[in-house]
């Protein structure tokens, strides 16, 4: 089981970038996927999440509205449409996968398999 995400960068505050979380050696769509986020000196912290019940999404009062989370079965991958970006928003981003928990599992411990992160910086 691995999770390999990709897309980050530099991007301007309102400005966007995408992020992908490919899956490879299991099929995705049976999985929670969730995306967390790390900034330096902070904990770990819960942004998004699809539901491999009924691909429904779950979001952080922090992104809600800017944040899309979008599941493609035939590319085995999950993305992460942001939009409107802040510099509050800057952190190494992280997807995760889990059989068991529900999207509204908020908890990082509860995911059991994670992508190695890549880098979002926002400029003001």
């Known amino acids: 089981v691995q999770l390999q995400a990709s897309g980050g960068g530099l991007a301007q505050a309102g400005g966007s970038l995408r992020l992908s979380c490919a899956a490879s050696g299991f099929t995705l769509h049976y999985y929670t996927i969730g995306w967390f986020r790390q900034a330096p000196g902070k904990e770990r912290e819960w942004v998004s999440c699809?539901?491999?019940?009924?691909?429904?999404?779950n979001y952080a009062d922090s992104v809600r509205g800017r944040f899309t989370i979008s599941r493609d079965n035939a590319k085995n991958t999950v993305y992460l449409q942001m939009n409107s970006l802040k510099p509050e928003d800057t952190a190494v981003y992280y997807c995760?996968?889990?059989?068991?928990?529900?999207?509204?599992?908020?908890?990082?411990?509860?995911?059991?398999?994670w992508g190695q992160g890549t880098q979002v910086t926002v400029s003001s």
């Open positions: 995760a996968a889990d059989f068991m928990v529900r999207c509204s599992e908020v908890v990082a411990g509860a995911y059991d398999y």
């Open positions: 699809i539901s491999s019940r009924d691909g429904s999404p």
